[in-house]
């Protein structure tokens, strides 16, 4: 191609995303029409939510849930030793649909409602009642919703899992619909607590709730349960060069991604509510040591005699309460505060996740049983 072709090119792409940053909702009085209604009537919504007694602890305790963190901490452990096929199915859905969400963010340009009611103006042209919380001030893009569209891509395997089961079981229409139901009402209720505690608007809720069941519906019969160590070698570096790369063409083409830390800091009413685990390189640096970390348990030799020696039910119902702890325990860990350290530590603990879940607890759990009954066999 001519070289004056790729110039014109490279002017389009530019014009093209300049176009769509300042056409989309940033919070000044040049936002179309349309996105102010959407924006006020999601302002109007958390102000009815919020005035609601008694139900703070309640959405607080639902955001909590709905973290794209718990897929990781427990619900990967709780899927994995009711069925390891489904556990290994969750995590994965979790890591493609956390950085899918990342990169559909960086072209959505979505606002938070924390900050969109003070740097529009809104809150100076009509009295605004609202409270932020701890867990309000993310510091990425606010569209879709990352709580929604993760957790309920992650959630689909389970889901199907226990309908399938209760297909099975149950001749009442009313159980054989009581997994989705419980499911898209979870999913609700999370849309809700994020709206409540000014992380999302409705529609960015929406968003994510439909694009994360649509990434579960289509990619849960396309998970690599049986693969070799290479794929999953290749598909960490694939997440983190396929990132790095729509994140530095962007910068090129002139798109400021880093507005919306701007804002957040600007507008957080705690500072010390600006969390680096909120930033988009930190879901990055999980999903990328996840996906190595998945490949690497399930070519580990623990793995392999955990895959052979089945774990009774008692065993398994243990293995998934010690999982919890230990992940929990690991999670809490105090992270070095020089950014660079923090990121590469984020990395060694989730690529140590899968690890400890998939080979290490069950063979520790395995061993004891083991030498429990050989002690009964020599005193009998």
Avoid at 89 to 110: D, H, P, T
Avoid at 207 to 216: E, F, R, T, V
Wanted: net charge positive.
């Amino acid at each position: 191609m001519p070289t004056a072709q790729i110039d014109y090119c490279l002017h389009a792409m530019r014009c093209s995303v300049e176009t769509l940053q300042k056409t989309s909702a940033r919070g000044d009085k040049k936002a179309p029409a349309i996105m102010d209604a959407f924006y006020s009537s999601g302002i109007w919504f958390a102000e009815t939510l919020q005035r609601v007694p008694c139900l703070e602890d309640f959405w607080l305790w639902v955001t909590f849930l709905g973290d794209p963190k718990c897929v990781f901490l427990v619900y990967f452990p709780t899927a994995y030793f009711l069925d390891q096929k489904v556990g290994v199915k969750v995590l994965w859905l979790g890591l493609i649909s956390e950085s899918l969400n990342l990169v559909s963010k960086w072209f959505l340009f979505g606002e938070r409602p924390f900050w969109w009611v003070f740097e529009s103006g809104y809150s100076s042209n009509k009295d605004v009642s609202l409270h932020q919380f701890p867990a309000s001030c993310e510091t990425g893009p606010g569209s879709p919703s990352g709580h929604c569209m993760i957790t309920g891509a992650a959630l689909w395997p389970i889901v199907t899992m226990l309908s399938a089961w209760s297909y099975q079981h149950s001749k009442s229409q009313m159980m054989k619909a009581l997994p989705f139901t419980v499911y898209l009402l979870f999913l609700l209720a999370v849309g809700l607590s994020r709206i409540f505690i000014l992380a999302h608007f409705p529609h960015q809720v929406l968003g994510g709730i439909l694009a994360g069941i649509s990434l579960g519906w289509l990619l849960e019969s396309r998970i690599p349960i049986e693969r070799e160590l290479s794929f999953y070698l290749w598909a960490s570096l694939s997440l983190l060069l396929g990132v790095l790369t729509t994140y530095w063409t962007l910068i090129a083409l002139g798109v400021d991604l880093n507005w919306s830390i701007s804002l957040a800091t600007k507008w957080c009413a705690n500072p010390e509510w600006i969390r680096i685990d909120t930033r988009p390189f930190a879901s990055l640096s999980r999903d990328v040591a996840t996906a190595l970390g998945l490949g690497l348990a399930l070519h580990s030799s623990s793995y392999t005699q955990h895959k052979r020696e089945k774990l009774s039910r008692p065993q398994r119902v243990l293995c998934a309460c010690l999982a919890a702890l230990v992940l929990k325990f690991l999670s809490d860990t105090a992270q070095p505060e020089t950014e660079v350290f923090w990121y590469g530590f984020t990395f060694v603990k989730y690529a140590t996740f899968p690890w400890v879940v998939g080979a290490l607890l069950p063979s520790l759990v395995h061993a004891v049983a083991s030498k429990k009954t050989s002690s009964r066999t020599k005193s009998s």
